[in-house]
């Protein structure tokens, strides 16, 4: 009796890889971690062999037999991904499996796989087998393909079946740049970790091994030779490899690439289900990489979303992740606010909608920064050189102005959006920062920045997730503009501006006065407010910084701090609003000049327009200022009343408590005493000027000047100073060896290399000395103040520089005054400098400036003071005798009636 014959065990599984035509690795069911996985060859038939990659040491390098690639597509297509049913067979005479596979719910309905390729003409039945009945069988379907032409059974060259495979590629840039950023159709051959595969680019065959760009998985270590490790485990490095090649292994994509990394190249895998890099992100089996992100020409942002949703979560990767860093949301997150401040090429300060201010930084970049000199040569950073006297990082650092200006000319007192992105801790005495996106019509400014080369973006440790949130847009604007060597990143052409610092400096500034006095109007912008009517400008077409006062008003000061570092000085009242009205009108705008005076000081005197608007009137206008006497002989002055009697009807700000009755009487008042005031002091007139202005010692001061001379004299007698021991600098206050050989204070006005031009301070007269002669002055002899006084010459001023009479005015001037003892009283002020009659001791009638004209020496300013009237009579009667007997600068008739104007009168 016979036994019935045992039917083969069926097994299910998922088709991963086909090797060849007649080969092919199935998973198993999982049981915990990847699945198993098995080789299996087709039972009966062979296919034709795929040429075989060349190994590290290089060697022959095989070609496919014809059809094989066609016989490996077939079941590519066919089987792939897809579930299926697998017979094995006993073969004890070999280590290989065979077997049988069938596509289907079960083998009797399925299709049998190696019936189909004999069918397609891609296989052939083994001569071993032909003799068995299944051999039989099969070879039969075989010969029907035969018949039929069908696969490596068809007429005509199979050559042409043989593929051309590129297995190495000599020039990878070269390639990317031919590709042109353009999907290239591709099928996934191999997956060496959850971010490399191996890949072959269709039709031309072209085999890469390709970086996923932005991302990066756990990879296997390596062993001896250089292969994967697999006993070595890495966290998440299989299950990362199992979830790509489920999803790509022997699939059909599109590759884009984007860039290359040694032979390597860097690209994004376009798949129907998806974008892999995002996946593998959302799942927590990668990170992203900044490095290789930067190559990417879009989707970045979808990367970084990915991963923090994995974050949030804390999937795999990231089960013990931890916000760094302070968070920020609601309000605070988000909102729009306008820019009032420039504060740097990273910084502003924004003006929110409850009227407050924040400072905030531009998330991730890094403005332009002073380039130390082993940078130049890409070296190691070397330690901070000391800087010059005088430098100015705005202007002296390369690109900082062009960044400021960039920012500035965009932004100032424009609405722009801001999201914080983060909020860096405050460390190394540093404050905090709050760290932002700020767009302006959808453009962001950071990128826009970076993009013209004029900041560059900060690198971040990749575990460092405080960062920008545009951060990978940053990447790409910045290798574009260093590509295309802007900014920062050119080799050449790098800009210098040699900006003038007049501030302080009367020297230059009456270097600069005429050319600004005759240019009318004048472009500036303001680069600081340090009160209500006092500016720091900068002015472009003399490339120089000025501090400029409003003319024409009196404005209250503000709070400030005290010179010598002490307690803050406190300011008058509303001197703070004053202050905070000019910085949000002016501020970094462009505004016009006319520059009428200059003070002693080297500050410029005149007006400002920004936006039309004259500025003294606004603030008149604003209760904010008050209108001075100077601004009577000015064409604004009209304009500058109305506004004050507007700001005193309305009762605001100065003019809160302003009663009009009071006004009224006051005036009554004023117009009912116009005498001037007299209260003679006596003085010597020690130094006449050019200008008609003159320095005089208070008599009673005398005794007090001989005692501290005699103790300086004494005390640098006894110790001289040692010859060049002192490095003099620009208004330095030191001793100075006069040519009797003697030690007086002096004020250091100007530097000339072993040259200095000094002024003495209790003496009133310059001079140029050897640096040698100087000397620092003891602590105890800088607390008394100077001795010298400097005045004017009130209600008088000196006929035209053209005229033949100037410089002999000048020299009668110095001898009616020099060395003698008048008595002094001051009349007005202007620009800083009081101006004075002098008159002899002895005959109180005799004017020194009323003699002078009558002389035809010098001519009468017209003053429209009513307490002044009197006085300006009296000059203007002593003028008309001149003008009668023709003397000196009358000599030839009236200088004043061709163009008065020319001469200063009239006005």
Same mark, same amino acid.
């Given at each position: 009796?016979?036994?019935?014959?045992?039917?083969?065990?069926?097994?299910?599984?998922?088709?991963?890889?086909?090797?060849?035509?007649?080969?092919? @690795?199935?998973?198993?069911?999982?049981?915990?971690?990847?699945?198993?996985?098995?080789?299996?060859?087709?039972?009966?038939?062979?296919?034709?062999?795929?040429?075989?990659?060349?190994?590290?040491?290089?060697?022959?390098?095989?070609?496919?037999?014809?059809?094989?690639?066609?016989?490996?597509?077939?079941?590519?297509?066919?089987?792939?991904?897809?579930?299926?049913?697998?017979?094995?067979?006993?073969?004890?005479?070999?280590?290989?499996?065979?077997?049988?596979?069938?596509?289907?719910?079960?083998?009797?309905?399925?299709?049998?796989?190696?019936?189909?390729?004999?069918?397609?003409?891609?296989?052939?039945?083994?001569?071993?087998?032909?003799?068995?009945?299944?051999?039989?069988?099969?070879?039969?379907?075989?010969?029907?393909?035969?018949?039929?032409?069908?696969?490596?059974?068809?007429?005509?060259?199979?050559?042409?079946?043989?593929?051309?495979?590129?297995?190495?590629?000599?020039?990878?840039?070269?390639?990317?740049?031919?590709?042109?950023?353009?999907?290239?159709?591709?099928?996934?051959?191999?997956?060496?970790?959850?971010?490399?595969?191996?890949?072959?680019?269709?039709?031309?065959?072209?085999?890469?091994?390709?970086?996923?760009?932005?991302?990066?998985?756990?990879?296997?270590?390596?062993?001896?030779?250089?292969?994967?490790?697999?006993?070595?485990?890495?966290?998440?490095?299989?299950?990362?490899?199992?979830?790509?090649?489920?999803?790509?292994?022997?699939?059909?994509?599109?590759?884009?690439?984007?860039?290359?990394?040694?032979?390597?190249?860097?690209?994004?895998? @376009?798949?129907?289900?998806?974008?892999?890099?995002?996946?593998?992100?959302?799942?927590?089996?990668?990170?992203?990489?900044?490095?290789?992100?930067?190559?990417?020409?879009?989707?970045?942002?979808?990367?970084?979303?990915?991963?923090?949703?994995?974050?949030?979560?804390?999937?795999?990767?990231?089960?013990?992740?931890?916000?760094?860093?302070?968070?920020?949301?609601?309000?605070?997150?988000?909102?729009?606010?306008?820019?009032?401040?420039?504060?740097?090429?990273?910084?502003?300060?924004?003006?929110?909608?409850?009227?407050?201010?924040?400072?905030?930084?531009?998330?991730?970049?890094?403005?332009?920064?002073?380039?130390?000199?082993?940078?130049?040569?890409?070296?190691?950073?070397?330690?901070?050189?000391?800087?010059?006297?005088?430098?100015?990082?705005?202007?002296?650092?390369?690109?900082?102005?062009?960044?400021?200006?960039?920012?500035?000319?965009?932004?100032?007192?424009?609405?722009?959006?801001?999201?914080?992105?983060?909020?860096?801790?405050?460390?190394?005495?540093?404050?905090?920062?709050?760290?932002?996106?700020?767009?302006?019509?959808?453009?962001?400014?950071?990128?826009?920045?970076?993009?013209?080369?004029?900041?560059?973006?900060?690198?971040?440790?990749?575990?460092?997730?405080?960062?920008?949130?545009?951060?990978?847009?940053?990447?790409?604007?910045?290798?574009?503009?260093?590509?295309?060597?802007?900014?920062?990143?050119?080799?050449?052409?790098?800009?210098?501006?040699?900006?003038?610092?007049?501030?302080?400096?009367?020297?230059?500034?009456?270097?600069?006065?005429?050319?600004?006095?005759?240019?009318?109007?004048?472009?500036?912008?303001?680069?600081?407010?340090?009160?209500?009517?006092?500016?720091?400008?900068?002015?472009?077409?003399?490339?120089?910084?000025?501090?400029?006062?409003?003319?024409?008003?009196?404005?209250?000061?503000?709070?400030?701090p005290a010179p010598s570092g002490g307690q803050v000085q406190e300011g008058e009242?509303?001197?703070?609003?004053?202050?905070?009205?000019?910085?949000?009108?002016?501020?970094?705008?462009?505004?016009?000049?006319?520059?009428?005076?200059?003070?002693?000081?080297?500050?410029?005197?005149?007006?400002?327009?920004?936006?039309?608007?004259?500025?003294?009137?606004?603030?008149?206008?604003?209760?904010?200022?008050?209108?001075?006497?100077?601004?009577?002989?000015?064409?604004?002055?009209?304009?500058?009343?109305?506004?004050?009697?507007?700001?005193?009807?309305?009762?605001?700000?100065?003019?809160?408590?302003?009663?009009?009755?009071?006004?009224?009487?006051?005036?009554?008042?004023?117009?009912?005493n116009i005498e001037r005031r007299v209260d003679y002091q006596k003085v010597l007139?020690?130094?006449?000027?050019?200008?008609?202005?003159?320095?005089?010692?208070?008599?009673?001061?005398?005794?007090?000047?001989?005692?501290?001379?005699?103790?300086?004299?004494?005390?640098?007698?006894?110790?001289?100073?040692?010859?060049?021991?002192?490095?003099?600098?620009?208004?330095?206050?030191?001793?100075?060896?006069?040519?009797?050989?003697?030690?007086?204070?002096?004020?250091?006005?100007?530097?000339?290399?072993?040259?200095?031009?000094?002024?003495?301070?209790?003496?009133?007269?310059?001079?140029?000395?050897?640096?040698?002669?100087?000397?620092?002055?003891?602590?105890?002899?800088?607390?008394?103040?100077?001795?010298?006084?400097?005045?004017?010459?009130?209600?008088?001023?000196?006929?035209?520089?053209?005229?033949?009479?100037?410089?002999?005015?000048?020299?009668?001037?110095?001898?009616?005054?020099?060395?003698?003892?008048?008595?002094?009283?001051?009349?007005?002020?202007?620009?800083?400098?009081?101006?004075?009659?002098?008159?002899?001791?002895?005959?109180?009638?005799?004017?020194?400036?009323?003699?002078?004209?009558?002389?035809?020496?010098?001519?009468?300013?017209?003053?429209?003071?009513?307490?002044?009237?009197?006085?300006?009579?009296?000059?203007?009667?002593?003028?008309?005798?001149?003008?009668?007997?023709?003397?000196?600068?009358?000599?030839?008739?009236?200088?004043?009636?061709?163009?008065?104007?020319?001469?200063?009168?009239?006005?």
């Amino acid at each position: 009796m016979s036994t019935p014959q045992q039917q083969p065990k069926v097994n299910r599984g998922i088709v991963k890889q086909i090797l060849s035509g007649d080969s092919l @690795i199935i998973r198993g069911q999982p049981k915990g971690g990847p699945p198993p996985e098995k080789q299996i060859n087709l039972s009966y038939i062979t296919a034709p062999k795929l040429a075989r990659r060349p190994g590290p040491g290089g060697g022959e390098i095989s070609k496919d037999e014809p059809y094989a690639w066609e016989a490996r597509e077939f079941l590519r297509k066919k089987l792939v991904g897809e579930e299926v049913l697998f017979t094995l067979e006993n073969s004890p005479n070999t280590t290989r499996e065979y077997g049988s596979v069938y596509l289907g719910k079960d083998i009797t309905t399925g299709e049998n796989v190696t019936e189909l390729l004999l069918a397609e003409g891609l296989a052939s039945v083994r001569d071993s087998v032909r003799q068995t009945a299944e051999g039989k069988r099969l070879a039969e379907i075989e010969e029907a393909a035969k018949s039929a032409g069908k696969g490596k059974h068809a007429s005509g060259d199979h050559n042409e079946h043989v593929r051309d495979i590129k297995w190495n590629i000599e020039d990878p840039r070269a390639f990317v740049d031919k590709c042109g950023g353009k999907p290239q159709s591709a099928v996934i051959e191999h997956v060496r970790d959850g971010s490399t595969v191996r890949a072959f680019l269709l039709p031309d065959f072209y085999h890469i091994t390709l970086m996923i760009a932005g991302v990066r998985c756990p990879g296997f270590k390596l062993d001896a030779d250089g292969k994967p490790d697999l006993q070595t485990k890495v966290p998440l490095a299989e299950e990362a490899k199992f979830f790509v090649e489920r999803v790509l292994l022997q699939r059909d994509v599109q590759i884009v690439l984007e860039s290359n990394n040694n032979m390597n190249f860097v690209g994004s895998i @376009i798949h129907p289900r998806g974008n892999i890099a995002e996946e593998l992100l959302r799942q927590g089996f990668a990170r992203c990489v900044d490095w290789s992100m930067a190559f990417m020409k879009s989707g970045a942002d979808k990367l970084r979303a990915a991963e923090r949703e994995a974050k949030e979560k804390k999937l795999r990767f990231w089960k013990e992740y931890q916000p760094s860093g302070p968070q920020v949301s609601g309000k605070e997150k988000e909102f729009s606010a306008n820019v009032v401040e420039v504060i740097n090429g990273d910084a502003l300060q924004v003006k929110l909608a409850d009227g407050s201010s924040k400072k905030i930084f531009l998330a991730s970049i890094r403005p332009p920064r002073e380039q130390r000199p082993s940078e130049e040569k890409g070296g190691e950073p070397a330690a901070p050189a000391p800087r010059p006297k005088g430098f100015r990082p705005l202007y002296d650092i390369p690109w900082m102005f062009e960044a400021r200006e960039f920012l500035r000319k965009k932004l100032i007192n424009k609405r722009v959006h801001v999201v914080v992105d983060y909020i860096q801790a405050a460390r190394d005495n540093f404050p905090e920062k709050i760290c932002c996106t700020v767009t302006i019509g959808g453009q962001n400014i950071a990128e826009a920045l970076v993009a013209k080369g004029l900041a560059t973006v900060v690198r971040y440790r990749q575990d460092d997730d405080q960062r920008s949130s545009h951060y990978d847009d940053l990447l790409a604007a910045e290798m574009k503009a260093s590509k295309s060597s802007q900014g920062v990143h050119a080799k050449k052409s790098i800009p210098s501006h040699r900006v003038i610092d007049i501030s302080g400096d009367p020297t230059k500034a009456k270097q600069f006065f005429p050319f600004l006095q005759r240019a009318q109007r004048t472009e500036a912008v303001v680069e600081f407010v340090t009160s209500g009517s006092r500016l720091r400008l900068y002015i472009p077409k003399e490339t120089c910084l000025v501090t400029f006062l409003l003319a024409g008003i009196q404005c209250p000061r503000g709070s400030r701090p005290a010179p010598s570092g002490g307690q803050v000085q406190e300011g008058e009242p509303f001197g703070e609003e004053a202050l905070h009205f000019t910085r949000e009108r002016c501020l970094q705008r462009e505004v016009e000049i006319s520059v009428e005076s200059m003070d002693k000081a080297g500050n410029f005197i005149g007006w400002l327009w920004v936006e039309t608007h004259n500025l003294s009137v606004l603030l008149v206008e604003s209760g904010l200022a008050s209108v001075h006497f100077t601004a009577e002989r000015s064409e604004h002055f009209r304009a500058l009343k109305s506004a004050e009697d507007q700001a005193k009807s309305k009762k605001i700000n100065l003019w809160k408590n302003y009663v009009e009755v009071e006004e009224e009487e006051k005036k009554i008042e004023e117009d009912r005493n116009i005498e001037r005031r007299v209260d003679y002091q006596k003085v010597l007139v020690i130094e006449t000027t050019d200008e008609l202005q003159f320095y005089a010692q208070m008599v009673d001061q005398g005794t007090k000047l001989e005692a501290l001379m005699g103790r300086l004299h004494q005390e640098l007698g006894a110790s001289p100073p040692l010859p060049g021991a002192y490095t003099p600098k620009r208004g330095d206050l030191c001793a100075a060896k006069f040519v009797d050989d003697q030690w007086y204070r002096a004020k250091v006005e100007k530097l000339s290399g072993n040259k200095a031009t000094v002024f003495y301070v209790d003496y009133g007269n310059r001079e140029i000395v050897e640096t040698t002669r100087l000397a620092a002055l003891p602590a105890s002899f800088a607390q008394d103040k100077p001795f010298a006084h400097q005045y004017g010459l009130a209600c008088a001023q000196l006929p035209p520089k053209d005229n033949e009479y100037h410089e002999e005015a000048l020299q009668q001037f110095g001898q009616d005054v020099k060395n003698r003892r008048l008595l002094l009283n001051v009349e007005y002020k202007n620009n800083g400098i009081s101006y004075a009659t002098l008159v002899d001791p002895e005959k109180p009638e005799d004017d020194v400036a009323r003699l002078l004209i009558e002389d035809g020496y010098l001519l009468v300013e017209p003053r429209r003071e009513k307490r002044l009237q009197k006085l300006v009579q009296e000059y203007q009667t002593a003028q008309e005798n001149a003008k009668k007997n023709h003397v000196n600068v009358w000599q030839y008739g009236d200088i004043t009636e061709d163009d008065a104007k020319e001469f200063g009168l009239g006005r």
